[in-house]
Nanobody, 124 residues
Framework: QVQLVESGGALMQAGDSLRLSCAASGRTFSIYTMAWFRQAPGKEREFVGCISWQSAATYYADSVKGRFTISRDYAKDTAYLQMNSLKPEDTAVYYC?????????????????WGQGTQVTVSS
C-alpha cells in the first residue's frame, strides 16, 4: 500500500506561482511513476504531468507544458508540482497519484493510489 497526501493549495492571482507537494508513505520503494491530475468543477479529471520515480524523467500535458514543472525529492518521498504563470483556467482540485508499473502513464485508470486532493483557485 502507498499513501499520498497533497498540500499547498491556495487562492492565487493570475500570473502568480505556487508549489504543491505530495508526500508518499508506505511501500514507496514500489512506486514507478508519480503523477499530478486536476479536476475542475463539472469536468473530468485530467492529466497534468508525471515523473519517473527512479530517473526523474518527466512528461507533461500540452496544456501546462512550459508553465508547470514536476520534481521529486527521492530521500523525502515527496513529489512537487511547481506552477508558474497561473491562469484562471488552472482552477481545480489537484491530485497526486502513484503507479507501480510503468512510465509515462497519462490515464486515471492506470494509477493505483490517489491522494485526497488540494484546491487551487486562481482569480483574474
Amino acid at each position: 500500500q502507498v499513501q499520498l497526501v497533497e498540500s499547498g493549495g491556495a487562492l492565487m492571482q493570475a500570473g502568480d506561482s505556487l508549489r504543491l507537494s505530495c508526500a508518499a508513505s508506505g511501500r514507496t520503494f514500489s512506486i514507478y511513476t508519480m503523477a499530478w491530475f486536476r479536476q475542475a468543477p463539472g469536468k473530468e479529471r485530467e492529466f497534468v504531468g508525471c515523473i519517473s520515480w527512479q530517473s526523474a524523467a518527466t512528461y507533461y500535458a500540452d496544456s501546462v507544458k512550459g508553465r508547470f514543472t514536476i520534481s521529486r525529492d527521492y530521500a523525502k518521498d515527496t513529489a512537487y508540482l511547481q506552477m508558474n504563470s497561473l491562469k484562471p483556467e488552472d482552477t481545480a482540485v489537484y491530485y497526486c497519484a502513484a503507479d507501480l508499473n510503468s512510465f509515462p502513464r497519462t490515464s486515471v485508470s492506470e494509477y493505483q493510489y490517489w491522494g485526497q486532493g488540494t484546491q487551487v483557485t486562481v482569480s483574474s
